[in-house]
Every structure is written in structure tokens, then in C-alpha cells.
């Protein structure tokens, strides 16, 4: 089966129990930082750093890009924890691994989770370098038969059929489009698609995801917003969008290239992230 192994309970709190003893803190917020964007993590002065294959259960970070490791402090003056580095789909983990993280997150107390990402623009409007507030997602994946919730359910978490219906939390949204106007920064705002990859889209799948309402298209974010949700977990999400998406089939799409925006997009991240932070 595609989806196969499901992690258990036991195994969630295996790597919960494990976090515990080794973290001085017990974070309120989550932050995962997509590629290109793992800078904010290094910020953090005297942190707890653990590395991804330190923690019982918990996938490793195969991508350039995606340092890997698990870094707990204080940022703003609250306590978060970061996942500097993801796992994803393509590298050929399950969707309960790939999710396994967020899960642990919720047995360790976190209550916000904040996704950024690296995306590609489908809507035309947007330039590489800019920011789109998530807004709401195309479960594409999920769709197609990989939701991050297939398989038995944890109903320590959730129920069966959880509701999608606001899965990007307004109050959350607001306290972004107000940090960035304090920082002086651009916001975007828009639907972002989650696919499987590792192939960058056709054109004629650009086209596609136009016409059913994509601005930004990316190969993460989505698992990890599903099993956030299910949890209850109040989740912002942000892509950094990284490259245009080539609907004409001219340009061609490179990681290179999606990197080299991270370091443009950063700043502005940062700044709108530490204002959030501060705000909640
Ligand atoms: N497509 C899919 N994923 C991406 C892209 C893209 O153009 N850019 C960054 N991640």
C-alpha cells in the first residue's frame, strides 16, 4: 500500500517522551520552515538543537535545502519550537511520516502551527520574491488519494471526518496582514495547491491548476495542515513565492532557483514572523 507504515500512538509518544527530556521549554508554537527559509532557527539564542535522527520514530531530511533538525527556544519572548527543515512526500516517506512531526507537536502541547513554504506563482500577478498569505489550500494530493489522513484513525487526535472548512485561521490571518503593514512589506494573499512532485509542473498542469483557483503551487504544506486541523491546532501558513510557474513552457523551473529566492523572501518572512509571534 502507498501509504503504509501508519505510526501509532506509541510511537508518537515514544518521540514526545524523548523531546521532553531533552527540551527546556514547552512551546505553545510551532514553526515549520520550508526551503530556502530555515534562517529564522538560527536566530534563536541558546536553544535546545536536536537533530531529526536523534528522535525515536521521526523521518530524516533527505532535501538540500532542509537542514534537518529541531530547534526549541525563545523567539519574541515566547517559547516555539522549529522544524528547520521538512519532510516531504516525494523523498518516498508515507503521509503518517511526513505528518509524524506535527503529531508529536500536539502531544507535546503546541496549540499554533505556522507553515511556510517555497512555491512556484501561478497567479500572474505574483513575482518571485513575494509573499502570499495562505488563505485556504487545493488538497490536490489528497485528492488524488494520499490525504495525510489515510489509514486507521488516531482518535486521540481527532475524529474520523474531520471538517476542512476554515483550515487557515482568520484571527491568525489578520495579525500577518497587520505585521506586514507594519514592516512596510507587500502581502499577497491566495489559494495555494499541494502536490506530490518531485517533477516540477507541465504547462498544460499549470493551466489546470489555474483554472481550479491556484495562486501558488508547492509539493508540501498541505499533509501537515490536514493533521494539524484534525488536532485542533490554529495554523498560518505563507509561501515565499520562489520562481514563476511556466505556463507558457519557456523558463524552465530549478531547486537552484527556488533556493536563491529563499534569500530574498527570508527577510521578509522574518520580520512578518516575528511580529506575528509577538503578537499572540
Ligand atoms: N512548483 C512546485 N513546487 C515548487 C515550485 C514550483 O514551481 N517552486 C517551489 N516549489
Known amino acids: 500500500m502507498i501509504n503504509e507504515p501508519y505510526l501509532t500512538l506509541e510511537q508518537i509518544d515514544a518521540a514526545a517522551a524523548f523531546l521532553r527530556s531533552r527540551i527546556r521549554f514547552t512551546p505553545k508554537i510551532a514553526l515549520v520552515l520550508g526551503s530556502g527559509l530555515g534562517g529564522l532557527a538560527d536566530s534563536i539564542p541558546e536553544a535546545d538543537i536536536i537533530p531529526f535522527e536523534e528522535i525515536p520514530n521521526w523521518p530524516r531530511s533527505t532535501v538540500e535545502g532542509h537542514v ?39 502531544r507535546l502541547g503546541v496549540e499554533i502551527l505556522v507553515v511556510t513554504n517555497a512555491a512556484g506563482a501561478i497567479n500572474p500577478a505574483f513575482v518571485p520574491g513575494d509573499l502570499m498569505l495562505i488563505l485556504d489550500h487545493l488538497n490536490l494530493i489528497g485528492m488524488g488519494g494520499m490525504n495525510a489522513l489515510y489509514g486507521p484513525n488516531l482518535d486521540e487526535f481527532g475524529p474520523r471526518f474531520p471538517d476542512m472548512s476554515q483550515a487557515y485561521d482568520r484571527a491568525l490571518n489578520e495579525l500577518a496582514r ?83 529566492a529563499g534569500q530574498v523572501i527570508f527577510p521578509k518572512i522574518e520580520k512578518i514572523l516575528r511580529s506575528v509571534i509577538r503578537a499572540m
Open 178 to 260: 497587520r505585521a506586514a503593514t507594519e514592516n512596510g512589506i507587500t502581502l499577497r494573499e491566495g489559494v495555494y495547491v499541494g502536490l506530490s512532485g518531485p517533477s516540477f509542473e507541465t504547462p498544460a498542469d499549470l493551466r489546470f491548476l489555474r483554472l481550479a483557483g491556484a495562486d501558488s503551487v508547492g509539493m508540501s504544506t498541505v499533509p501537515e495542515v490536514t493533521v494539524a486541523r484534525h488536532s485542533g491546532m490554529r495554523v498560518l501558513g505563507l509561501s515565499g513565492i520562489s520562481n514563476k510557474a511556466n505556463l507558457d513552457g519557456d523558463t524552465p523551473t530549478s531547486h537552484e532557483e527556488v533556493l536563491g
Open 68 to 106: 534537518g533538525r529541531l530547534v526549541i527556544g525563545m523567539l519574541e519572548n515566547q517559547p516555539v519550537m522549529v522544524m528547520q527543515g521538512r519532510i516531504h512526500f516525494y523523498e518516498g516517506y508515507s503521509m503518517s511520516q511526513v505528518t509524524f512531526p506535527v503529531r508529536v507537536m500536539k
